[in-house]
Each structure stands twice: as structure tokens, then as C-alpha cells.
């Protein structure tokens, strides 16, 4: 599979914006889906997952009721609604996809997934 990530962008703080992450197959309900970013000089860090079929989701606490993840699978396409947004949630963010045959649980750690995305620039202005 192959994932192409969109919707980043310049907002100010308080403001939203969704992310798309669209895969390449039609085999898109076999993954499990997370959602990390990476700010300049940090770690790549979890954001959101979500289970094949979009029954079981998983969050950050840091950004726990404030971001919804959601997948459409007549779509081929997850995505990573954010609202609320701070200063601090300023990073590069990337889609990702895991085999369910590889984990009976939602992955949070980014050497779990199998498949990554480019990237898309969300920069929150204060």
C-alpha cells in the first residue's frame, strides 16, 4: 500500500484543520491506521490510531479531545480531524498503516508500522 497524506497547512491557535490520508489499494480495510508527527529536534511522536474497521481508536493524551480520528474505507482514506489546535501541535504529521495479521492491538509506537506516508506541514501561528 502506498499513502499520500494532504491538509496541512498555516492556522492560529484555536483554529482547525483535517488531515486526508489516502492509500493505493483497495485492500485498505486489512490496516490499522495512526496518525504521528514530528516537530524540529523532537522525536517522532504518537497522534492517533484507529482499527481496520474504525470500531477502536486511540489517543495522545496530549491531544485527547481535541483531535478525532475517522476512516472511510469506500474511500481508501483516514483521517485526522484537529481542532482546537495550539502553537505546540506544530510538526510535520504522517500517516501510517499496519497489517492486522501483525497486531491484535492498536500500535502507538512508529517502528510498529509497516507502510508510511510523505508528510504534511501543519504550523499553528500563537
Known amino acids: 500500500v502506498q499513502l499520500q497524506a494532504s491538509g496541512g497547512g498555516l492556522v492560529q491557535a484555536g483554529g482547525s484543520l483535517r488531515l486526508s490520508c489516502a492509500a493505493s489499494?483497495?485492500?485498505?480495510?486489512?490496516?490499522?491506521m495512526g496518525w504521528f508527527r514530528q516537530a524540529p529536534g523532537k522525536e517522532r511522536e504518537f497522534v492517533a490510531a484507529v482499527n481496520w474497521g474504525g470500531s477502536n481508536t486511540d489517543y495522545a493524551d496530549s491531544v485527547k479531545g481535541r483531535f478525532t480520528i475517522s476512516r472511510s474505507n469506500a474511500k481508501n482514506t483516514v483521517y485526522l480531524q484537529m481542532n482546537s489546535l495550539k502553537p505546540e501541535d506544530t510538526a510535520v504529521y504522517y500517516c501510517?498503516?499496519?497489517?492486522?495479521?501483525?497486531?491484535?492491538?492498536?500500535?502507538?509506537?512508529?517502528?510498529?508500522?509497516?507502510?508510511w506516508g510523505q508528510g504534511t506541514l501543519v504550523t499553528v501561528s500563537s
Open positions: 501510517a498503516a499496519v497489517s492486522v495479521f501483525r497486531s491484535t492491538i492498536l500500535v502507538v509506537t512508529p517502528k510498529g508500522y509497516d507502510v
Open positions: 489499494e483497495h485492500t485498505f480495510n486489512v490496516y490499522d
